[in-house]
C-alpha cells in the first residue's frame, strides 16, 4: 500500500479510538450524575418525611413494564398499608423476591424528570429495596436493610437498605424505555447474571470485566445514600 494511504488508515484508527474513549467518559459522567441526583432525591424523600412527621420510609418502585405515555411512568406502586404492588412473576411489572421488592427506580415520585429513570444506555434502572423499609415509620426501628451485596468473589457482602443497578451497556437483564426486556438476562453463565434473575434479594458488585466468559460483568450499582465510595469495594 502507498505510505499516504497507511497514514490515513492510522490517523482514521486514532480518531475511532479516542471517539470511543470519548463517549465512554460521556456515558460515565451521565451515570455520575443520575446516581448521584438518584441519592440527593431519596435523601430529600426521607428528610422531608422526617421534618414534617410524615412517616420516613424509601419509596416503593415503579413499573418496569410501562413506557413514557403512562401514567404510571416513574411513580412509586404503594398500597394503602405500606406494602408494594408486586408479585412474584413480575406480571405487574415490579417483583416480590422474598426480602425486596424489585422495579423500576420511581424518579417521578421523588419529584425528579422522568429520563432519571434511565442510565447511560437508556435503559432503565433497576430499584431493588427491601421490603420493610417501605413501611411508616420504618427506619425509625429499622436502619439496616436486608438487600446483600456481595463482591466478586462472592465470599463478602454487605447488608444495605437499596440497590440501584444499571444493566451496562450490553443491556442483559435490563427493561427498555417503553418497558420490554432489551436482551434476556444472563443468569447462571455470567457474573451479572445475579442482577437481573429478580429472585432473591443478592445482587454483585464487581469491576468491569468483558468477553465471552462466566466473569463477564459491566453492570453497576448503587448501594449507599452517602457517595459513591461507598458503592465500592476496591
Known amino acids: ?21 470519548y463517549v465512554a467518559e460521556k456515558q460515565e459522567t451521565k451515570e455520575d450524575q443520575t446516581y448521584d441526583s438518584a441519592r440527593s432525591a431519596m435523601n430529600a424523600f426521607i428528610t422531608e418525611r422526617l421534618g414534617a412527621s410524615l412517616r420516613a420510609r424509601y419509596p416503593c418502585p415503579a413499573r418496569l413494564d410501562r413506557g413514557p405515555s403512562d401514567s404510571q411512568y416513574g ?22 423476591a422474598g426480602d425486596v421488592y424489585i422495579g423500576a427506580f420511581p424518579a ?3 419529584g425528579l424528570s422522568a429520563d432519571m429513570m434511565l442510565d447511560a444506555h437508556g435503559n ?9 423499609h417501605t413501611l ?6 429499622n436502619p439496616d436493610g436486608l438487600v446483600v451485596v456481595q463482591d466478586e ?21 435490563a427493561y427498555s424505555i417503553e418497558g420490554g426486556v432489551v436482551l434476556p438476562c444472563r443468569d447462571g453463565s455470567a457474573a451479572d447474571g445475579e442482577n437481573c434473575d429478580f429472585d432473591d434479594a443478592v445482587f454483585k458488585e464487581s469491576r468491569v470485566k468483558l468477553g465471552n466468559s462466566a466473569t463477564f460483568y459491566d453492570d453497576r450499582l448503587a448501594f449507599s445514600l ?9
Do not use: M
Not at 499516504?4 to 474513549?21: A, E, M
Open 136 to 141: 411508616d415509620d420504618a427506619l425509625l426501628s
Open 124 to 132: 432503565k434502572l433497576t430499584y431493588a429495596i427491601t421490603k420493610s
Open 153 to 173: 468473589s462472592g465470599l463478602s457482602s454487605v447488608n444495605a437498605p437499596f440497590a440501584l443497578i444499571s444493566h451496562g451497556k450490553d443491556g442483559a437483564g
Open 108 to 110: 417521578k415520585s421523588l
Open 1 to 21: 500500500l502507498p505510505i499516504s494511504l497507511i497514514l490515513i488508515g492510522l490517523l482514521i484508527s486514532g480518531f475511532l479510538t479516542g471517539y470511543q474513549v
Open 226 to 234: 452517602a457517595d459513591e465510595d461507598d458503592d465500592e469495594w476496591w
Open 75 to 96: 411513580q412509586e406502586r404503594r398500597n394503602a398499608d405500606g406494602t408494594c404492588i408486586a408479585s412474584a412473576d413480575g406480571s405487574n411489572g415490579i417483583f416480590d
